[in-house]
């Protein structure tokens, strides 16, 4: 079946440094990526997605590369702020003929904390 | 892409009572997401409801204790029944775009204490 396998936390990083959140996948065919993002005390936020392979999915200055030859979509982003203090969770979705009308399949979270 | 409306945002329940957690959708989708996250955990999938027939309940969830109802294109509701502690997590819903490009949408989730 799908899975998802996902840096564990929790990551604690100074204001301003680089991030990397690894996460790699298992899925037949060619599914769809995403990153989303729980502040806390708040529901989950779609971050950004990729549909296909070498896709690079980018928003608020993170990004994420769909890397089907290492079945990758780690998460990035070159200068962290305070405020991007959250939970990640890297997740996909099969890209069948039902594309849409699919479950979402989570990677564990991983909690960042940026310290000032 | 979809807007959520999910509630309510957080209870405090006794042990044996049940709780409907409702979520209105503001455009007709065709599937509706329950996912439940135990404190620290990630999500996992509770049942798919699509309107008009029964849910479709993952392995570990029956409906005798997660009943769902989906009267419309734009309505469902979740009960937790007979909780007990280990109930306590985040209930959240989730619908897909209808566009394919805007993915999944999420609503700001119900909180759940059981006591």
């Known amino acids: 079946g799908n899975s998802v396998t996902q840096m564990e936390g929790p990551v604690t990083l100074s204001e301003e440094a680089f991030l990397t959140i690894n996460c790699t996948y298992t899925a037949t065919g060619y599914p769809s990526l995403f990153w989303y993002v729980q502040y806390p005390g708040e529901g989950l936020q779609l971050l950004l997605k990729?549909?296909?392979?070498?896709d690079k999915g980018s928003n608020k200055g993170f990004e994420a590369t769909y890397r089907k030859e290492t079945t990758s979509f780690h998460l990035e982003k070159g200068s962290v702020q305070v405020s991007d203090s959250a939970v990640y969770f890297c997740a996909l979705s099969p890209k069948g003929s039902n594309f849409g009308n699919e479950k979402l399949t989570f990677g564990t979270g991983t909690r960042l904390t940026i310290i000032p | 892409s979809a807007v959520i409306s999910q509630k309510p945002s957080r209870d405090i329940c006794q042990r044996g009572t049940s709780l409907t957690i409702q979520c209105q959708v503001d455009?007709?989708?065709?599937?509706m997401f329950w996912y439940r996250q135990q404190p620290g955990q990630s999500l996992t999938l509770i049942a798919t409801a699509n309107q008009g027939s029964e849910a479709t309940y993952e392995s570990g969830f029956v409906i005798d204790k997660f009943p769902i109802s989906r009267p419309n294109l734009t309505f469902s509701t979740l009960t937790v029944s007979n909780m007990s502690p280990e109930d306590s997590s985040i209930y959240l819903c989730?619908?897909?775009?209808?566009?394919?490009?805007?993915?999944?949408?999420f609503g700001s989730g119900t909180r759940l204490t059981v006591v």
């Open positions: 989730s619908v897909s775009s209808s566009r394919r490009n805007y993915g999944y949408t």
């Open positions: 455009s007709q989708v065709t599937m």
């Open positions: 990729a549909t296909k392979a070498d």
